[in-house]
């Protein structure tokens, strides 16, 4: 074949394939328009998370039916996208996920890869997501899906590997792959080594790019990932390379030597020597490569280290406004433009480096308060009895918030005829009473955990966890836990609960609460539920 490198080609394009039609199901879709999912990043991401789900719930062998999946976009969309949509909406998006863009109607995909050795397209089947019956609570027959082959892969392919692991892992199946003598196998995963060494090498061109442009822009997380990074791809590898040369010519002069010898080697001998002299090539770039990056190692953390020196002593420079102390000055003044030199000349005591940004020493320079600030908080030292007492403060604090607008929901509840209140009905009682909406919602996120664990309990039976305190004894949790709050706050507010429940309202609708947030006015969104108390006979 002239293009060796179109080997296996229909094998590449079936991992193109998984994404191609996952899209092309997805896209041109008029019913995500429907739930709020608008631009095609928010589709794509939403389909990964089903599927990440989908694959967690098949590793740990668990049932994966359209009602736990609806409800864990639900628990999605109520904690991070905010999108409109109550639960019936959820559950109704997980099954159009499931059973339109993830198997297709039912119908079988398929994707075309050219095999440019026959010359012909080659069909091969794409499945995401199958499934099975399964009965939960040995009776209720339910449909569990879990991840195909494809399924799989297509997730792995996202984050299959560490980056400071992938350079050992195809150098691992490089050796194994001549050891075995699959010289042609070898010769693709001496090519993927030989690109992950220049990948590196330009990783590090960047680096240092970014260093002489501005130290400050690069942060010491991206240095030590590239410095890892570094260690990884060098250790030991110029002699691991160095053995691998020498064993590939010493295997290349055992055929040379039987082509004297017998006369014509066969075709499967040829290919071999043409592997071999392939794989010494790549090697000796390889080792080179290899040079290239320990040098070019030194050279950044020489680099760095010299533009962060650079950087400190910055602060030694006196700063002033040149609006201030030049314009204005000239403004009032203008024969002073004849002086002007006298002005300027500091700048040009010494020789200005290569690379120095002007527009830095124009820039308005902002007040560092808050990161001093920030720094001092840090110098406190662990066990500092003023810092404990401070953060003990802060979560007594917190847990007053948790309190009050639980506390809140309790009493609204109990107050309202057949011990039951819908979040609806509370929002207009704020409408009237919008001094009370700070108690509900003291914090965006102690409210939507507070609503979450309702929701996500629906039923809980006081007097079992009456008992149980009677009988057992446990220490408290020092943070907000449902039950520990809701046994605490009947207790103080007198109520004599047996049970409180929380189950969503048929209509579907969601409910807006406005709300004062450092003075500014902000309105947040939730399913309409309703919460219901049973007192003790």
Known sequence: ????????????????????????????????????????????????????????????????????????????????????????????????????????????????????????????????????????????????????????????????????????????????????????????????????????????????????????????????????????????????????????????????????????????????????????????????????????????????THELELLSQMSYIRRFSIRNELYEKILDAPEALGRLDAFLRPLFIGDPGKVYNLNKSMELQRPLRRKAEKEEEGRLEFGDEAWMREQERRQQEKLAKYEKSLGFLLQKASEAEGGGVTLAEIADMLSASPEDSGILIPDVQIFKEIMVELIRNGDVDLRKLKKERREYISEGSGGFVLNEMLLSLDEAMGLGLSAVSVCREPDGQAVAFEYDEEGVRKRILCSNVRLRIRRED
């Open 1 to 304: 074949m002239q293009y060796d490198f179109l080997k296996q080609f229909p094998k590449r394009m079936k991992h193109v394939g998984r994404y191609a039609l996952l899209f092309v199901n997805s896209s041109q879709k008029s019913i995500w328009k429907q739930y709020g999912f608008v631009k095609i990043d928010e589709q794509v991401n939403v389909i990964f998370a089903v599927l990440l789900y989908v694959m967690e719930q098949s590793l740990k062998d668990e049932h994966c039916t359209a009602d736990d999946i609806g409800a864990y976009l639900d628990s999605l969309n109520m904690r991070y996208l905010g999108k409109p949509m109550g639960y019936a909406e959820c559950r109704a998006l997980g099954d159009y996920i499931l059973n339109v863009i993830l198997s297709n109607e039912g119908k079988a995909m398929y994707f075309d890869g050219f095999h440019f050795e026959s010359g012909a397209y080659e069909a091969m089947h794409v499945s995401y997501v199958a499934n099975r019956i399964v009965y939960v609570d040995s009776e209720v027959r339910r449909t569990s899906y879990y991840l195909t082959e494809d399924g799989y892969n297509l997730i792995l392919s996202t984050m299959e590997i560490e980056d400071n692991m992938r350079f050992s892992v195809h150098e691992m199946i490089f050796r194994m792959h001549l050891e075995k003598q699959s010289y042609d196998k070898a010769v693709d995963d001496i090519k993927n080594v030989f690109n992950l060494l220049r990948i590196q090498l330009q990783k590090i061109k960047e680096a240092m790019g970014k260093i002489r442009r501005n130290a400050l822009s690069y942060s010491v997380a991206e240095y030590e990932a590239v410095l890892e990074g570094n260690l990884a791809t060098v250790s030991d590898t110029k002699q691991k390379f160095l053995d691998y040369r020498a064993l590939v010519k010493k295997r290349a002069a055992e055929l040379e030597e039987m082509d004297l010898n017998v006369g014509k080697l066969e075709p499967k001998e040829e290919e071999k020597l043409k592997n071999l002299g392939v794989i010494e090539q790549y090697l000796n770039r390889t080792i080179d490569e290899h040079q290239k990056i320990l040098s070019s190692h030194f050279d950044l953390k020489s680099l760095y």
